[in-house]
């Protein structure tokens, strides 16, 4: 599916290079308009600057804010330095005051300069308003154009005025209800107000208790609300209740794309912002990477102590160097796809820290279930296949596979309840950081279960 994919996208590029060459400006166009916003992205990095202008230029107005909203920010200013005064002007107009806003806090001070002299007074107002706020907050997030009336009115006079506002608003679903001092007190949504009667008034139809977020909520949180009460907007309310904003669901989708990349860095140890792969120079990926790799390798060196502590039983059974990487690989294996499944539940607010025990009794079944399947395999693996070891060597590794996989698991559900209690991020413990815990543990397991079951000493 993905090679017939990868198929189209090239077939579509290369009719795009040629059509460019051959077809006047207006044949052009009409092609460049059957082309959706999804494709054009795909397509993006394949085309030179000036290809890029000729497309872009060719669109409507309409695409050509999408389009400039989705690409990252270093495509933006680029494509935003290529065109004339006047189109950049007619396009900050046409932009959302919360796609201004972060394109401006992206951008070169150069460019961020031209853009602020060429915003309409209103739109100046509306960005100032925005930079107020944390970019990560739900008012960072939000749009500060959205519909509302007031509790008095009869549904005709709200449609009446939707009617004459819409066009100024990025989601007309919500029409908010505010008291005279823009309190929320209420919702109704576009459908309920044309099926109503048009002598109904406001605060005989809206819901009462609207569901909203404070300005200084997390956008991971936002996030979860909108999916939860499986809204297409969420209104952003300050201390006093004030409606300040709405967070559309469009915008909520980037933060969970953000969130779920960050998340993926940090269970693979790296830090940093979520700038795309092509978009990173070296430079930038090393030093996502380099700093939890330096303090992995000094952790990973617990290892090496480890072995050196038990050297005499290394010296006296050669033969145990051989399991190692299968026994600590194996526990690694086993305590990820637990803490996986802890980090999941964390997320998607299934578990709780109150769940610990329930937790703690299924997953100490489950691993003593499967330590001891892992166990038995390795015990028949190690005497029928090459080393050929004898039964009570092949004992001590099983038997050590056994307590490495239950000590893993445990490990793996424990870390990130106990992590996420104490108001960390549980991803950080799922990856390599919590491997080498159980490494150094999973080596201790082995070689005290070989002094116990092979009668050997450390001097």
Same mark, same amino acid.
């Given at each position: 599916? &993905? ?23 207006? /044949? ?7 082309? *959706? ?11 030179? /600057? ?11 107005? /309409? ?10 920010? &270093? ?5 935003? @330095? ?75 006079? #709200? ?22 001092? $823009? ?6 949504? +576009?459908?309920?107000?044309?099926? &109503? ?36 907007? +969420? ?38 912002? *979520?700038? %795309? ?7 930038? !990926?090393? $030093? ?10 000094? &952790? ?7 072995? #050196? ?10 033969? !145990? ?6 026994? @600590? ?17 964390? #997320? ?12 703690? !009794? ?31 060597? #092949? ?21 990130? +309840? ?8 549980? @991803? ?22 070989? %002094? ?8």
């Amino acid at each position: 599916m &993905a090679e017939r994919q990868d198929g189209i996208m090239a077939a579509i590029l290369e009719n795009i290079k040629k059509y460019m060459s051959e077809f006047r400006d207006s /044949e052009f166009k009409k092609i460049v308009a059957g082309i *959706t916003i999804s494709e054009l992205l795909d397509l993006w990095d394949n085309l030179s /600057e000036k290809e890029e202008l000729k497309i872009f230029t060719m669109l409507d107005l /309409e695409k050509k804010v999408d389009l400039i909203t989705s690409l990252p920010p &270093a495509k933006q200013e680029a494509l935003i @330095t290529s065109l004339t005064a006047e189109n950049k002007k007619i396009l900050l107009e046409e932009m959302e005051p919360d796609d201004i806003t972060d394109f401006i806090q992206s951008v070169s001070p150069e460019v961020r300069k031209f853009v602020w002299n060429n915003l309409s007074e209103e739109a100046k107002e509306e960005t100032k308003f925005l930079l107020r706020f944390d970019e990560d907050d739900a008012a960072g997030l939000m749009t500060p154009r959205y519909l509302a009336i007031q509790a008095n009115l009869t549904v005709k006079q #709200a449609l009446n005025w939707v009617r004459k506002n819409v066009k100024d608003v990025e989601t007309a679903y919500y029409i908010y209800v505010l008291d005279q001092m $823009k309190r929320l007190i209420g919702i109704v949504s +576009l459908k309920d107000l044309l099926s &109503a009667n048009d002598e109904d008034r406001i605060n005989s139809i809206m819901v009462k208790n609207v569901i909203s977020v404070r300005e200084d909520t997390d956008q991971e949180d936002v996030a979860k609300i909108l999916e939860t009460y499986d809204l297409i907007a +969420l209104p952003v309310v300050d201390r006093y209740n004030r409606l300040l904003g709405i967070v559309t669901f469009d915008d909520i989708i980037d933060v969970i794309r953000d969130e779920q990349t960050e998340d993926v860095y940090k269970m693979s140890a790296m830090a940093g912002n *979520t700038e %795309r792969y092509l978009d990173s120079s070296v430079w930038d !990926l090393v $030093k996502k990477r380099i700093p939890w790799l330096t303090i992995l390798l000094l &952790a990973a060196t617990l290892t090496t102590n480890v072995l #050196a502590h038990y050297k005499p039983i290394l010296e006296v059974a050669v033969v !145990l160097s051989f399991f190692i990487p299968i026994v @600590t690989g194996t526990g690694g294996n086993a305590g990820s796809q637990s803490s996986t499944l802890m980090i999941r539940g964390l #997320a998607t607010d299934e578990i709780h820290f109150d769940d610990i025990l329930k937790v703690f !009794l299924k997953e100490s079944l489950v691993s003593i279930i499967i330590g001891i399947s892992m166990g038995l395999l390795t015990i028949g693996r190690s005497m029928y296949l090459p080393p050929y070891i004898s039964f009570h060597v #092949a004992l001590v590794v099983g038997t050590s596979m056994v307590f490495v996989i239950i000590f893993a698991t445990l490990v793996g559900a424990f870390f990130p +309840l106990l992590i996420h209690k104490a108001g960390l991020d549980p @991803t950080v413990m799922a990856g390599p950081l919590m491997a080498t815990i159980i490494d150094v543990t999973g080596l201790t397991i082995y070689f005290q279960t070989a %002094r116990l079951l092979l009668g050997l000493h450390l001097g």
